[in-house]
T-cell receptor, first 115, second 109 residues
Framework: GAVVSQHPSRVICKSGTSVKIECRSL??????MFWYRQFPKKSLMLMAT?????????EQGVEKDKFLINHASLTLSTLTVTSAHPEDSSFYIC???????????FGPGTRLTVT | GQNIDQPTEMTATEGAIVQINCTYQ??????LFWYQQHAGEAPTFLSY??LDGLEEKGRFSSFLSRSKGYSYLLLKELQMKDSASYLC??????????WGAGTKLIIKP
């Protein structure tokens, strides 16, 4: 149980375009979903926390207009990278939990390459 | 299928040593991560093993055996602040991460 999927697993897009990444909890209802970015030294940076039906809470330094997060249902959250630039190329990972401070279940990640 | 197994919970005593095991079965293998996560916080990167053997970083060491699909995280001189969840994640041939469910480590005085 507690499986989280992400789609697509990898995407290549041109600079200036927008890309949407989906995060789904397959066998449970996720009240909270988290979006992370993994940097080359393998550290994970929390970008934002989203609760179903409400606006996402962004971490300091993360542009909310650039990284649009929608948590439309208890099983789906989306991250849209708008007007992507090469520096946005990274590995984006989502996680989901039953409650705000509960155990998190991680997705496999989405590798974004902006050319 | 792809699978990662690690114990759900472990208890250890302050000042002691604890070893958290992780076994994995993935489609190809590009490396294995260990993260520490305190409740309500983002995971903190601990180690990334690609080659067989032991890598030591202060009080924490990580071991990998690719032929056995096995890794462990060794924590020495345990401190109360080491109480956390420890996540094992394997990177498959597509560089996707397969996550374990995490091991909750409880440290007792």
């Amino acid at each position: 149980g507690a499986v989280v999927s992400q789609h697509p697993s990898r995407v290549i897009c041109k600079s200036g375009t927008s890309v949407k990444i989906e995060c789904r909890s397959l066998d449970f209802q996720a009240t909270t979903m988290f979006w992370y970015r993994q940097f080359p030294k393998k550290s994970l940076m929390l970008m934002a926390t989203s609760n179903e039906g409400s606006k996402a809470t962004y971490e300091q330094g993360v542009e909310k207009d650039k990284f649009l997060i929608n948590h439309a249902s208890l099983t789906l959250s989306t991250l849209t990278v708008t007007s992507a630039h090469p520096e946005d190329s990274s590995f984006y990972i989502c996680s989901a939990s039953f409650e705000d401070r509960g155990e998190q279940y991680f997705g496999p990640g989405t590798r974004l390459t902006v050319t | 299928g792809q699978n990662i197994d690690q114990p759900t919970e472990m208890t250890a005593t302050e000042g002691a040593i604890v070893q958290i095991n992780c076994t994995y079965q993935t489609s190809g293998f590009n490396g294995l991560f260990w993260y520490q996560q305190h409740a309500g916080e983002a995971p903190t990167f601990l180690s990334y093993n690609v080659l067989d053997g032991l890598e030591e970083k202060g009080r924490f060491s990580s071991f990998l055996s690719r032929s056995k699909g096995y890794s462990y995280l060794l924590l020495k001189e345990l401190q109360m602040k080491d109480s956390a969840s420890y996540l094992c994640a394997s990177e498959d041939s597509n560089y996707q991460l397969i996550w374990g469910a995490g091991t909750k480590l409880i440290i007792k005085p």
